[in-house]
């Protein structure tokens, strides 16, 4: 497997300007997907065996990595990213690292799930990026200690083998393995910088944990829910509107750009499975002067249903949680909210549960994907 398109070799030295005016980026399709290495739904940087330059939690920072060419430390170029120390041979007759020599990190997955692809974001390592890294998945129940994760009795499966990449660039690497994978490990060989790290996929979850549950947000990125599409994505992606928690900033919900027409916009999710809604909640948190006016929230069950509306066009406050209670439960596998004319919102949640048609089929898919 290769990057498609690949990048390799130096970036050009920083010589002034928008730093990222020479970034090597491509239009990967696999980042429609969720991001299952966002610290949001839970991820984190567990472990690495070498962080002298830079720290490893920088890997799954959301926001884009920033340079500043002043900013130097005691250890030398402050970098956004995770950096490692230069690796060296055995001695003077032979100073250079093995072919074997690398540096990894071990990455907890946000969510368990399937993964569609990966980005080693080198931005701004320009001259001190990783020749190649490589990328292997493991599926461990539980929370296990980095200890854990490196012993002997763990399988890895290779998700991306050892490939050159590139300075100052986002090295996409697409995955078409179908299994449920819970960590990573990240490997650059010989030693070197990532800015980034992002893993595309779509969250698997455990059907045993959400029968625990009972009644459970049936849309939530978390338990398994997806954006399918929507009408617009100026400002943010439509994605925001299920992740955990509540929305702690503006740009943590979906916003749509200004309509200047009579149409309206409208998000479309994927449930979990097939599920029996019983309360909605709509959210519009720091969004003040750009909510949504009105929204509606519609049901289909199966690719081909028709969509039956569940909660008719309804005044929303501006930063503010709307709660209903449904006056019967909705059955459907998929669900739909159209906003009025224009604005946004932070969170849609639609709690229910499973229905047994539904449930059957999250534990097939579950075991399927080797869980």
Known sequence: MTATPGFTGDANPYGGGDPYADYRTADFPFTQYANLADRRLGAGVVAANDEFFAQRENLLVPERAEFDPEHFGHKGKIMDGWETRRRRGAGADDPWPTAEDHDWALVRLGAPGVIRGVVVDTAHFRGNYPQAVSVEAASVPGSPSPAELLGGDVKWTTLVPRTPVGGHAANGFPVSLEQRFTHLRVNQHPDGGIARLRVYGE?????????????????????????????????????????????????????????????????????????RIGAVEIDTAYLKGNSAGWASVSVRDGEDGDWREILPRTRLQPDTNHRFVLPEPAVGTHARIDIYPDGGISRLRLYGAPTEAGAARLAARHQELGG
Do not use: C
């Open 203 to 275: 969250v698997a979850p455990d059907p045993a944990w959400l029968a625990a549950l009972g009644t459970f947000d049936t849309v939530a990125l978390e338990n398994g829910g997806s954006v399918e599409d929507a009408s617009d994505r100026f400002y943010s992606p439509a994605t925001n509107t299920i992740q955990p928690g509540r929305s702690g900033k503006m740009d943590d919900g979906w916003e749509t750009r200004r309509r200047r027409d009579r149409g309206h916009d409208w998000i479309r999710y994927r449930l979990v499975t097939q599920s």
